[in-house]
């Protein structure tokens, strides 16, 4: 099952429901006005949910086309968006500069919450209150929850994965050394992460959702030019259910959470650019990284005004499993 919010001018847009190709949608209105909605009865919503996809796919409604231009983030606005870090060679490749390890991030999934108030639609343009922040994307996979109790096992937390999605975690590098200094986390850094406009239950992801990862390459362009297409699930240490039930730890978690897992990153020895059938970065600090440990320089700049970054999720028909995130860098 895959659905959308659309943009009906309120906050937390309108629900729909969309046809197996994703071409297709029905509203979801007489079942739920919103995702968040859904979530909060999801025992009830889903099976309606998922019988008005099946009467879409099988003719018996008409529905309309769907546009993605048209659609929000999935969850506009939500109760809570915690970030992960389930690839440890992202960690690993940004921190090597730098001379630091932290041998505990093998043992547990390190956390952050990020602001939630205003997630970015997939074609909203990318913000930026001055022009030299070293602007960066960072592509990754999400999951949207229902409630999870404090302390909750793994099986719990597995259960509890409601939809699978990307996302891009942007962030202003510039502005890193300053939140972490003062001992409370990313704050400046990290503006609105920005999600693509389709949501998907794990079951209809079939052989591609497995052992709560997604595995499927995710292609990341910056002006049509081809950075990486890592694949999510092939080198993801901390699985989703393991990431939940690090933050449940102490606190119980509403319906409606987001959980990131983090930017996708796999080993390789490549630089850019890549080629076709290359691995690449799902982000730009990474890819300097390597750059200067081979060049002893970087040559990849930060995105500039007017760069237009694309993220998809490729799946095994060369379609856009989620949608594209399509969005423009521009000047507050």
């Not at 992801?205 to 030019?225: F, I, Q, S, T």
């Not at 990131?260 to 076709?276: A, C, D, M, Q, Y």
């Amino acid at each position: 099952m895959n659905l959308a919010t659309l943009n009906n001018g309120r906050p937390d847009g309108q629900l729909v429901v969309l046809s197996q190709n994703r071409g297709r949608y029905v509203s979801a209105g007489r079942v739920a006005p919103t995702l968040q909605a859904a979530l909060d009865d999801w025992d009830m919503a889903a099976p309606a949910l998922s019988a008005l996809a099946a009467q879409l796919d099988a003719g018996q409604i008409s529905g309309q086309p769907f546009d993605a231009n048209r659609a929000l983030a999935p969850l506009p606005r939500a109760y809570q968006w915690i970030d992960g870090a389930a690839y440890l060679n992202h960690a690993e490749r940004v921190r090597a500069l730098k001379g630091t390890r932290d041998a505990d991030l093998a043992n547990r999934p390190v956390l952050y919450q990020g602001s939630s108030d205003s997630l970015s639609a997939p074609t909203a343009p990318i913000i930026t209150p001055e022009p030299d922040l070293a602007l960066d994307f960072e592509a990754e996979v999400a999951v949207i929850i229902g409630a999870v109790p404090m302390r909750a096992t793994l099986e719990q937390a597995a259960a509890a994965i409601r939809l699978v999605t990307i996302c891009n975690d942007i962030s202003m590098r510039r502005l890193v050394a300053n939140d972490l200094q003062n001992g409370f986390g990313f704050f400046h850094a990290k503006p609105a992460t920005s999600f693509a406009p389709i949501a998907t239950t794990p079951a209809a992801l079939g052989a591609a959702w497995r052992d709560n990862r997604l595995h499927l390459p995710v292609r990341c362009e910056v002006n049509g030019v081809l950075y990486g297409q890592p694949n999510a699930g092939s080198d993801m240490y901390f699985d989703f259910a393991a990431l939940i039930v690090e933050a449940a730890r102490t606190r119980a978690l509403a319906a409606g959470t987001i959980i990131g897992g983090g930017t996708i990153s796999v080993p390789h020895e490549e630089s850019l650019p890549i080629k076709p059938n290359g691995i690449g970065f799902a982000c730009i600090v990474e890819a300097r990284n390597v750059e200067k440990l081979k060049y002893g320089r970087a040559r990849t700049p930060f995105l500039q005004l007017d760069d237009t970054i694309r993220i998809g999720a490729i799946g095994s028909d060369g379609q856009s499993v989620f949608g594209d995130i399509l969005q423009t860098v521009v000047l507050l």
